[in-house]
């Protein structure tokens, strides 16, 4: 029994990187420090883990939407708590929007056409390669590029948020991508030639 629930675990665990890459590109801007990320995709898991056998019997996407969808809940709880006002059904379904969309985003940065279960499956894996590798770049990189890449700011915009000038954001951004290239083909990743 301790077996299974090790191999649930690890089963869990290769979607963290992709669930904290998801919350952060939902959190507005002025939350990103009072929100505790990582605590909030720990709690995703966790109900994750407790439903497992719903878990186990989905296919990949529908694991990949299920735990987005857990997430989008979690993440509605805790922006509550910064928010005094009562409960607003249209802001929690504006956030699972904004998340499938960012997921969207990601997968279409990653990939265009691919839809028999083998490349689908392989696409799944790719999101996730990719968000781990984005969590090992220095903050101020990951933050440029999920901004440029996954959220479509303009560099301007970004300039702005990150208090930097365009030319500076723009070579943070050059040295990321070229950091992202070097990790996903180190992991057996796509290389990303076609990035923006």
Known sequence: ?????????RELERFREYLCLMA???LDSRLQGKVDVSGVVQQTLLEAYQAMAEFQHRSEDN????????????LVDEVRKFHAKA?????ERQLEVAL???????????????????????????LLQLAEALAQ???????AVELHHL???????????????KGAVAALLFRALGKL??????????DRNDAK
């Open 1 to 9: 029994m301790a077996h299974d629930s090790d191999e649930h675990g």
């Open 24 to 26: 952060r590109l939902q």
């Open 63 to 74: 694991q990949v939407a299920w735990l987005r969808q857990i997430l989008a809940n979690n």
């Open 87 to 91: 409960r607003d059904v249209d802001r």
């Open 100 to 126: 499938e969309q960012s997921s969207s985003r990601l997968e279409a940065w990653l990939a265009a056409e691919q839809s028999s279960p083998s490349q689908r499956a392989m696409r799944h894996e790719q």
């Open 137 to 143: 770049l220095p903050a101020d990189q990951r933050q």
């Open 151 to 165: 959220k479509d700011f303009p560099l301007a915009a970004i300039a702005e948020q990150m208090g930097r000038s």
């Open 181 to 190: 290239r070097k990790l996903l083909k180190d992991n057996d990743g796509l």
